[in-house]
């Protein structure tokens, strides 16, 4: 279960904000969030300017004095990613040009984490790009959450720490639901690990959606591994994009005879038409985490629900400040 950071952290924390040691600065990825963590901090965002020339180039002043100090950049590389992800640099490179002691990215959600392997001949590991990019900005640690692939910490050669969305998920499953009567799915065989870790910790049974992806974007589901018949049947997954999936896979288990169907994914990209979609599901509801800044189509999805990460994240960035485990917190 996450443990609530320690008051002597949070105190640090608050001293050496006080001190000017720790300076949280917000890229435009999502403000909301970033002023959820300051708060959960209890100390201001950074003041600093984060704006576009007239042909789209980003400009960025920090101005505060930072010398010295510990400054964590918050900032998802979320759409547009590639707008999203130059800002992170550029913020990057505005703090290590002032003399910042650290700079640490936060960064909810990693972008480009799906490329993470040679697909085919002569193709990129954008994901391996990505992590050279922040490392030789000048970042010096990077936090994230919910890795698509928990190797990409490897491509970072900068200390990183992938915080886990899951006890947050177990504590609103065990809110919600009568835990005997719940079954967790993996929405493919690629995420059994991510749903036999959620399914232990809430002491349920696990079943699988076997399906056979015919092009990006779409697939297609051909069994359903487990007998689901009864049980309110929990998808869990890391990253809901086009929804297909998981629309698909909700179909497969009422079928099957599922009483009903929810999903817990920690990073709703939810492009294009996905959350009318998923609206227009089988899907009873989808539990996302504000890892990305909700569009107005998911905000008005009467079947999506967020989930609030910010608890989370503050009390990674006071353990770091102070020089405290962070692991500890999912102990």
Do not use: W
Request: with cysteine; charged share 20%; net charge neutral.
């Amino acid at each position: 279960m996450l443990n609530v950071v320690s008051s002597k952290a949070r105190e640090e924390a608050s001293m050496s904000a006080k001190n000017g040691s720790i300076k949280l600065v917000a890229g435009n990825s999502n403000p909301a969030l970033a002023q959820a963590i300051a708060q959960g901090l209890n100390m201001p965002l950074t003041k600093a300017v984060v704006r576009r020339f007239a042909d789209m180039e980003i400009f960025v002043e920090v101005q505060e004095n930072i010398r010295g100090s510990d400054a964590f950049i918050i900032q998802s590389t979320s759409f547009p990613a590639n707008d999203n992800l130059m800002e992170l640099l550029i913020i990057t490179d505005a703090l290590r040009r002032s003399s910042a002691r650290r700079i640490t990215a936060v960064i909810p959600y990693f972008g480009y984490a799906r490329q993470d392997r040679r697909s085919g001949s002569r193709t990129p590991i954008s994901a391996k790009l990505v992590a050279n990019l922040i490392t030789h900005a000048g970042v010096d640690r990077v936090m994230t959450l919910d890795l698509h692939a928990g190797q990409i910490q490897g491509f970072f050669d900068i200390p990183t720490d992938n915080l886990f969305a899951a006890p947050l998920m177990v504590r609103d499953i065990r809110e919600r639901f009568d835990l005997g009567k719940v079954m967790v799915v993996s929405p493919d065989v690629g995420g059994v690990a991510r749903a036999r870790g959620l399914a232990k910790r809430i002491n349920t049974p696990l079943a699988i959606v076997d399906k056979r992806r015919e092009r990006p974007g779409e697939s297609e589901v051909m069994n359903v591994i487990g007998d689901v018949s009864g049980y309110s049947c929990i998808l869990v997954d890391d990253i809901v994009d086009s929804g297909g999936t998981l629309v698909n896979a909700a179909d497969a288990l009422i079928a099957k005879g599922a009483k009903d169907v929810y999903a817990y994914i920690t990073h709703g990209v939810l492009s294009g038409g996905a959350a009318a979609r998923i609206a227009g599901s089988r899907l009873k509801e989808l539990v996302i985490t504000d890892s990305i800044l909700p569009t107005e189509a998911v905000t008005k999805a009467a079947n999506i629900r967020t989930l609030p990460i910010a608890s989370l994240i503050s009390d990674a960035i006071a353990r770091t400040a102070a020089e405290e485990s962070v692991s500890s917190l999912f102990d």
